[in-house]
């Protein structure tokens, strides 16, 4: 086979990740929810046609990935952010002292618009869609360290408000078990940036303090974004803290 035609070969896929593909769409479907057990690896195996080290190399990835959770002697288990532990999973910010500390999400605002042309493209939306923006206050122990302003498709979350999301549940958890939107996988970027009056105001810090801005693209399943936030970090006390390889 000469270059040019090999560049429009199919691509082989081993034969775990085809079942890898197969339990994805199983959980896009909704066959087994956030906190659900999924069968056994001998009886996927056989709903499957495999071996069941093939499937157990499929769950071992996706366990890797944070997709499902498995628990000793219990099973496996579809992954979710009603679990405490999961809570905070895409958060990235730790105290510089290394001691755990309380978190407490404060909901500020919560109101509808139009989706401009960055939001649209971010959320695979059409350009004026109904889109919800909700802002909250992040703190852990006593101290404000994030500022989050974030972006949902109304269609998705069509009653979200300031009271829906004081119900208590942490806020990827409220979407979870109300609106059935699971968040399995974000994108970020990271910059510097002066804190503004508002930003200022919230974090208790200096007007032009520096500020750590993550902004934030969180996917469901089949790669769907669903939600674009922007988060004002202070790094007064806490850094950013992410593990490689």
Request: aromatic share 8%; charged share 25%.
């Amino acid at each position: 086979m000469n270059r040019a035609s090999s560049l429009h070969a199919p691509t082989f896929s081993p034969l775990y990740r085809q079942i890898k593909q197969l339990i994805m769409g199983n959980l896009e479907s909704g066959e087994w929810g956030p906190g659900d057990a999924i069968p056994s690896e001998s009886e996927l195996a056989g709903r499957f046609g495999v071996s069941q080290g093939t499937v157990r190399k499929a769950i071992d990835e996706m366990a890797a990935e944070n997709l499902l959770v498995r628990q000793q002697g219990k099973g496996t288990f579809v992954a979710t952010h009603k679990d405490p532990g999961s809570a905070f999973r895409f958060l990235r910010l730790v105290p510089n002292d290394g001691v755990p500390q309380v978190s407490q999400s404060i909901p500020l605002e919560c109101w509808r618009a139009k989706a401009g042309p960055d939001v649209a493209r971010t959320l695979a939306l059409e350009p004026g869609a109904p889109i919800t923006i909700l802002r909250r206050l992040l703190k852990l122990g006593d101290e404000p360290v994030v500022f989050d302003e974030i972006y949902l498709s109304s269609e998705l979350f069509p009653d979200l408000s300031l009271e829906v999301v004081r119900t208590g549940d942490s806020l990827y958890g409220l979407f979870e078990s109300r609106y059935g939107v699971c968040m399995v996988r974000a994108d970020e970027r990271l910059r510097a940036v002066a804190a503004d009056r508002v930003s200022a105001e919230l974090l208790q810090v200096a007007e032009g303090s520096p500020l750590l801005v993550v902004e934030r693209v969180t996917f469901t399943y089949g790669q769907k974004p669903v939600e674009w936030r922007r988060g004002f970090y202070s790094t007064r006390n806490h850094h950013y803290r992410n593990e490689l390889g």
